[in-house]
Structures are given as structure tokens and as C-alpha cells.
T-cell receptor, first 115, second 112 residues
Framework: DGGITQSPKYLFRKEGQNVTLSCEQNLNHDAMYWYRQDPGQGLRLIYYSQIVNDFQKGDIAEGYSVSREKKESFPLTVTSAQKNPTAFYLC??????????????FGPGTRLLVL | LAKTTQPISMDSYEGQEVNITCSHNNIATNDYITWYQQFPSQGPRFIIQGYKTKVTNEVASLFIPADRKSSTLSLPRVSLSDTAVYYCLVGDMDTGRRALTFGSGTRLQVQP
């Protein structure tokens, strides 16, 4: 089956700890995205990548880092600098670099909780 | 400055037609209008996309007036399973960024 997978489904972070959220796609899509969603709110863009080895900051990139070493993978690290990381994290991909038109396909999400 | 404006919530009953209007006064010439649906604890799912006039697929219709400053998502004969949050998106050309911006969406509650 083609699609986007995110792992883990739930993740717990201790104070001062860095954690990494995985996102993998086998759709052969060029572009990938990370969003954060707080309860009752819309999605906010953290980072996006339109091609391997390149990525751009979104609206709320502070406290997060990403890498795009492979076309199919776009991991997100939530660093200790992110003081309020508790949220639902969604990864998405689209087939071309022009995300304004191409449909975004979303993964099932990772819920991050702070202990 | 918000890119799109939608009602926060709407209520309907099964079998009714639901129309959700989105305002996008600053839409750019080459922007498309895209709608997504999101169920709780899931990622959004693409519903429909259009540039002008009317677009229809098996799920919904999208009406876009000539000035393109608004659009209306029409869901025919809704069922309980249509209870979800609906997002209207346009491009984000102000920052020169080629990425979509999701607003807060419209929470549709369908009653039996």
C-alpha cells in the first residue's frame, strides 16, 4: 500500500530532552511538510521541504529541526528549546514542488506529551 | 493578517445540504482554492479544488464567483459521518513561500 507513515503514534518527552518524530512516504513525492495542531486549533506549518537536501522554515520553526537526506524520509526533531511541545504533529507530502496546487496527503499523526 | 476567513462552526441535520463559505479577499491571480476535511485525531483529507466558476466531484461542489474573493463548499445531503472540521486554503504568496496555510477551519456538526 502506498501512503505516509508516522511513528510513534504517541510520544512522551521529559523536560530538556530532544525527541525525533519519524515520517516516511512511499508515494515518490518530492515535497514533504510538518504541521503542528493544538487542541481545537488549525494546523500550523513548522517546516517544509520541496526537494532532497533542502528545507524551509514555516510559521513556527523555533525549537524544531528537520533533515531531508532521502526523498522518502523527513524526520522532525523537537528540541529542548521548544518550551510547549505538547501537540498533535502531522506530516504530509505532495507530488510536486508546487504545493499550492498539488494535493497534500497526510499521515496519521503523532501525539507528543510532556512528562 | 488572516489569509482566509470561515465561520467557526455550523450545525445541520442529516439529509440537508450544507454550504460553507470562505472569504479570501487577497487571493492572488494564480492561487487555487482548496478544501480539506479533518476528523478528530486524523490528518486532513483533500475534498476539492478549484480556480473559478464551479467544480463538482463525487463528494462536494465548489462555487467560486468571478471576483474569486470568496468560495463556497457545498455538501449535498449530509450524513452523521460528515461531522468534521473543514478547511479552506489559498496560496501564501505574501511571504513568497510556496506552501499552504491552514486557518482554524469550520467545525460542522451533523445531527440525526
Amino acid at each position: 500500500d502506498g501512503g505516509i507513515t508516522q511513528s510513534p503514534k504517541y510520544l512522551f518527552r521529559k523536560e530538556g530532552q530532544n525527541v525525533t518524530l519519524s515520517c516516511e512516504q512511499n508515494l515518490n513525492h518530492d515535497a514533504m511538510y510538518w504541521y503542528r495542531q493544538d487542541p481545537g486549533q488549525g494546523l500550523r506549518l513548522i517546516y517544509y521541504s520541496q526537494i532532497v537536501n533542502d528545507f524551509q522554515k514555516g510559521d513556527i520553526a523555533e525549537g524544531y529541526s528537520v533533515s531531508r537526506e532521502k526523498k522518502e524520509s523527513f524526520p522532525l526533531t523537537v528540541t529542548s528549546a521548544q518550551k510547549n511541545p505538547t501537540a498533535f504533529y502531522l506530516c504530509a507530502s505532495s507530488s510536486s514542488r508546487d504545493s499550492l496546487r498539488e494535493t497534500q496527503y497526510f499521515g496519521p499523526g503523532t501525539r507528543l506529551l510532556v512528562l | 493578517l488572516a489569509k482566509t476567513t470561515q465561520p467557526i462552526s455550523m450545525d445541520s441535520y442529516e439529509g440537508q445540504e450544507v454550504n460553507i463559505t470562505c472569504s479570501h479577499n487577497n487571493i492572488a491571480t494564480n492561487d487555487y482554492i482548496t478544501w480539506y476535511q479533518q476528523f478528530p485525531s486524523q490528518g486532513p483529507r483533500f475534498i476539492i479544488q478549484g480556480y473559478k466558476t464551479k467544480v463538482t466531484n463525487e463528494v462536494a461542489s465548489l462555487f467560486i464567483p468571478a471576483d474569486r474573493k470568496s468560495s463556497t463548499l457545498s455538501l449535498p445531503r449530509v450524513s452523521l459521518s460528515d461531522t468534521a472540521v473543514y478547511y479552506c486554503l489559498v496560496g501564501d504568496m505574501d511571504t513568497g513561500r510556496r506552501a499552504l496555510t491552514f486557518g482554524s477551519g469550520t467545525r460542522l456538526q451533523v445531527q440525526p
